[in-house]
C-alpha cells in the first residue's frame, strides 16, 4: 500500500471522521496543540538562547538543560499526541500539503540536531558548563534549533491555508511534485 | 464603539491586510512564534515560583533574566495583533472569546507589571513561598486565559 493508500484508509475509519466532523474536539485537540507551544518551543527557546549566550548567562549550562528538559519532553510529548490526532483527523489532505511536507522534513532536522548535541556538544559540557558564552559547536546547535523550530512553526500554521493545494488546479509543476498531487484525478 | 471599529477595519492598514492573500497569515506566524517565546519567559518564572525548573537560581535572578525577553515578545504580539484585529475589527466586535481576551490580556498585563513584578524583585527572604505560589497560579491562570481566548477567536464567527 502506497502512503497515499494509506491516507486513504485511514480518512475513512470512523474515529478518522468522528474527529474531523466534531464540533467541539477537533477545536480543542487544536488549542492544546497550539498553547502547549508556549512550554515546549518557549523552553526551547531558552534553552538555544543559552547556548548562544543572550540569556541565563550566570547558570551553567549543565543545570538549565537539566532542569528546562524534563518540561521541554512533557511539552513535546503532548504536542506529538495533539499533532498525531490532528493528522488523523484530515490525513489525505495534509499528506499532499506542501507545509505539511515541509514541516515534516524540519522536524526529522531538529532530531538530528538534538540528536547530534546530545552525543557530541553535551557530551562535553562540563569542559565549557560556566562559560557565559558556550563553544561555537554549541551555539551552532542553539542557532540551528531556533531556526528550524521557527519554521516548523511558521509552517505547521500555513498547512491550514489551502493556496497549494491539489484541488486547487492549475499549480506550478513544483508545487505538484512536492504536495504528492496526482493530476487529474480528484 | 462599533463605528470606531468600522473605521479601523476601513483604514488603510486594515484593509491593506484584509485584501492581501498572505499578509494575514504571514503576520499571524509571527504572532504565533512570538506566542512561544512569552510563553517560555512567563513559565520559566511561574514554574521557579511554584517551585519547579530551575529551583537552584532565585525567583530575583531569573525574573531578570527574563524581563527583556518578556516585554520584547509581547511588544511583537502586540503589534502584531493590533494588526491583526485592524484586518477585522468588525468580527472582533461581535466575537465573545476577543472580549475575553481583551479582558484577560488588560489584567495579566496589569498583574505581571504591578504585583508579579513586585514579588519577582524583592529579596527571597522577604518571600514567603506561599506568596510566590498565588503569585504564579494568578499569573499562568490570565496568560492561559489570553491565550485560549484568542486560539478560540479564529473558531468562532
Sequence with gaps: MSLLGFCQWLAATRPSIALHESLYMYPLVESVHVLTLCLFVGMSVLLDLRLLGITLRRIPASDVIARLVPWMTVGFIVMLTTGLLLFYAIPVRSYQNIFFRLKMIMLVLAGVNAWVFHTHVHKRVFIWDMDPKPPGAARMAGAASLILWAVIVVSGRMIAYNWFDCDMQPQPRFVNWAAGCVVGQK | ?157
Design chain 2, 1 to 157: 464603539m462599533l463605528q470606531t471599529f468600522q473605521a479601523i477595519e476601513l483604514s488603510t492598514i486594515g484593509q491593506a491586510i484584509k485584501t492581501s492573500s498572505w499578509a494575514f497569515a504571514v503576520i499571524e506566524s509571527v504572532h504565533l512564534l512570538a506566542l512561544a517565546v512569552i510563553g517560555g519567559a512567563v513559565l520559566l518564572v511561574d514554574l521557579r515560583m511554584l517551585g519547579f525548573g530551575l529551583r537552584q537560581q532565585s525567583v530575583r535572578d531569573l525574573a531578570r533574566d527574563a524581563e527583556p525577553i518578556l516585554i520584547g515578545s509581547l511588544m511583537v504580539m502586540l503589534v502584531t495583533g493590533v494588526a491583526l484585529f485592524a484586518s477585522e475589527a468588525v468580527k472582533c466586535y461581535y466575537s465573545t472569546p476577543f472580549w475575553v481576551k481583551m479582558t484577560s490580556l488588560l489584567l495579566a498585563i496589569i498583574f505581571t507589571f504591578t504585583v508579579r513584578r513586585r514579588v519577582t524583585r524583592a529579596e527571597a527572604t522577604l518571600s514567603r513561598p506561599i506568596v510566590y505560589k498565588l503569585v504564579a497560579l494568578v499569573s499562568l491562570t490570565l496568560w492561559f486565559g489570553v491565550g485560549a481566548s484568542g486560539r478560540w477567536i479564529g473558531f468562532s464567527g
